[in-house]
C-alpha cells in the first residue's frame, strides 16, 4: 500500500539523488585535466611547448598568406652535385630566397621529381628585406646512370610566381 506522500517522498530524493550524482560527474570533469594518449608526464612540459610553438607557426602563416606585395628573388637555381657515388645518402645543398617585396614571404616544399629529393625549410616565413635557406637533400639510389637530374618544388605567396593551371 503505497500512499501519495512516501510516492512524492521518493521522487524527491530520487530527484536528489540524481542531480548529486550529477554534480560531482560534473565537478569532477572540471578539475581533471586532459592528458594527451601517449604523451608522459615528463615530457608533458615539452609537448606544451611544441603545441605553443605549432599555434604561433599557424598563425604566422595565415598572415603570410594574406600578403599582398611579397616578391621571391633566388639567384642560383641548380647545382651540379658532380660526381657522387651510387648508394651516397644526404648529400645536400642550401638555396637562398630573398624577399623584396613589403609584405612576409611564405615559402613551401611542394613535392620533388623523385622521393629521393627531399627540401627541407626550418622557417618558412621570409620578413621582407630578409633572405632565408632551403636545404635540398639527396639520397643517390644504387642504380644511376651517367646524367640524373633531379627537381625539387618551392611555392611561395608572390603573386608574380603562382603556378598556371
Not at 651540379?80 to 614571404?105: M, R, W
Not at 611542394?110 to 627540401?119: E, Y
Not at 621582407?128 to 635540398?136: D, K
Request: glycine share 8%; proline share 5%.
Amino acid at each position: 500500500m503505497f500512499s501519495l506522500r512516501s510516492t512524492g517522498l521518493r521522487i524527491v530524493v530520487g530527484c536528489l539523488a540524481l542531480v548529486t550524482v550529477f554534480g560531482l560527474a560534473v565537478a569532477i570533469g572540471a578539475v581533471t585535466k586532459y592528458k594527451p594518449y601517449g604523451v608522459p608526464d615528463h615530457r608533458r612540459a615539452e609537448y606544451d611547448a611544441i603545441l605553443a610553438k605549432l599555434s604561433s607557426e599557424a598563425k604566422a602563416i595565415a598572415k603570410a598568406e594574406k600578403s599582398k606585395s611579397p616578391v621571391a628573388k633566388i639567384t642560383q637555381t641548380e647545382f651540379d652535385f658532380g660526381l657522387l657515388d651510387p648508394g651516397t645518402s644526404g648529400a645536400k645543398h642550401d638555396f637562398v630566397i630573398y624577399n623584396d617585396g613589403q609584405d612576409e614571404l611564405l615559402l613551401t616544399a611542394a613535392g620533388s621529381s623523385c622521393k629521393c629529393t627531399v627540401a627541407k625549410i626550418e622557417d618558412r616565413i621570409v620578413p621582407a628585406g630578409e633572405s632565408r635557406p632551403v636545404t635540398l637533400i639527396w639520397n643517390v639510389g644504387e642504380d644511376v646512370s651517367d646524367q640524373y637530374e633531379q627537381v625539387a618544388f618551392i611555392e611561395t605567396n608572390d603573386p608574380r610566381n603562382q603556378p598556371s593551371n
